[in-house]
């Protein structure tokens, strides 16, 4: 928590919130991604895409997540070239889900 | 790795495949899922619910994952009630996701 009692999460929503979100992205803020261990987390998900939970993360890397989230909302299964995702996003992925089919 | 060289996570494909399966639950291996320093995971979803990804698994597990899959079977959001889920379900959440809306 911050000295103003602001939990990380609420804080990361905040940066995100405050950016343009990229083109056919959407936030959402959740309770909970069952990640407890693992500091602030975000999803990535997209019907017929691959889901992504990513962790550790704090207000800082909006800009980062962001620019991750831009690739993803602009490839088709949401499997990213590796290249091309934020370092957050490959080295601090916590699991992905395959699309429903 | 196996004696026979066999991979955890192919021994509990196998383990699950010998089951029966439970009513509404179908098995797709994937090669990953991205939760690699978490030994074998498994990942439940469907349309509309809440998806889990659990680690730490191993064939041994297999009769637990299967209970654990009927309950979120016949769930209609994938909230399974905590005291319903299988210890292992309680204690080795990776992460979940929000359904697509």
């Avoid at 999460?9 to 991604?33: D, H, I, K, M, N």
């Avoid at 831009?70 to 949401?78: E, L, T, V």
């Amino acid at each position: 928590m911050g000295a103003d009692g602001t939990r990380p999460g609420a804080r990361l929503y905040e940066a995100l919130s405050a950016a343009a979100l990229p083109e056919g992205v959407t936030l959402r803020p959740v309770e909970c991604l069952s990640a407890c261990s693992q500091g602030c987390a975000v999803a990535l998900s997209a019907p017929g895409k691959w889901s992504y939970v990513y962790g550790r993360l704090s207000a800082h890397d909006a800009a980062e997540i962001l620019a991750g989230a831009a690739r993803y909302a602009a490839c088709a299964d949401g499997l990213v070239p590796w290249r091309e995702r934020p370092e957050i996003f490959r080295k601090q992925s916590l699991a992905r889900i395959p699309p429903q089919e």
